[in-house]
């Protein structure tokens, strides 16, 4: 496919009723391009023979994978999945993809920094997740980067977007705080995990940036721009939303937690800024999430 044809391109997208997936397609449809898209119900990411005998009969110029098995508790305790769905699925694309010459799109966390750094993390931050989940989505990276060598790794952070969030999550932060506020005075949310909360559609956004630019492949952050903690985050959206709930930072210190999480895990898109690919500051993500619930 020449530089910059983008128009034309087949897109392959599993992971269509994902938070993220869901928007991919609309902007990409939106956008022009042939778009085929899978939910799970249609493509299972752990059947390597269907998946491999799709894209063959597809033909795609691109594949995006937007599936993840990311209930950060759960891959704990059943680091097995963990690894079948965020790893060896994924290796299996990038395979798929190298043996046919399809560009590969996957995601990945922020997860995979341990958090330590005190300020954003960019591209060039060496990863030192502390669980399971990030282990298994940074397997995924490196398999992703050493089968397929036209592949492009997203990291992002504290993904939201929809009307109903992600199905496994059943919701995500900002439903699940509206929801838990319902009739009460006061909520008390953790202040000492930093984040780039991201939206959905701004991510879909970027990621249809980044394949119109097509820069070298590799590994990219692509968050809205600016850190906060999700106490911030939580007070900024019931002030927008009109709920009168007051938020009660709390520092946990880490210590309520089941499984370690970094503490500061905010990315910074220092790759995609130097091409001119530049994403909204949160707050402004924040109140199109808030203003697209109330229609
Ligand atoms: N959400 C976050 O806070 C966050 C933070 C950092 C990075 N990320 C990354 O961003 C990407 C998108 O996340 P998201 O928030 O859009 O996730 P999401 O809403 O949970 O969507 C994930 C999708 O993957 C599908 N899926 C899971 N296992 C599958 C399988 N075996 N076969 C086929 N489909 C399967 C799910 O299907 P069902 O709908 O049937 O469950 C779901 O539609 C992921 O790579 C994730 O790791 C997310």
Redesign the pocket.
Known sequence: MPHGSFINMKIFL?????????FLEKTLRNNKFQVFS????D?????FEKIKSEIESRSPDVVI??????LVEQCEENPEKAF???AV?VRNLAKICKERKIIFV??????VFDGLLGHAYDENNEPNPLQVYGVS?LSGEFLTRNYCDKSFV?????????KL?????KG??ILNIMKQAQGKKTLKISSEQIVSP?Y?PD?AIGTLELLKKMPPFGVYHLVNDGTCSWAEFATEAFRKAHIKTKIIPIDRKGMVESVRKPLFSALKNKKAAKIGIVLPHWKDALARYIKYLSV
């Open positions: 599993i992971g269509k009723n994902g938070q993220l997936g869901f899978y939910g799970r119900e493509l299972d990411i752990e059947n994978n937007a599936t993840a098995y990311h079948i769905v965020n699925a996957t995601y990945s966390t922020d997860y989505k997203i990291r992002t952070c504290g993904v939201y977007g929809g969030g992600s199905r496994s999550k995500n932060f991201t959905a991510l």
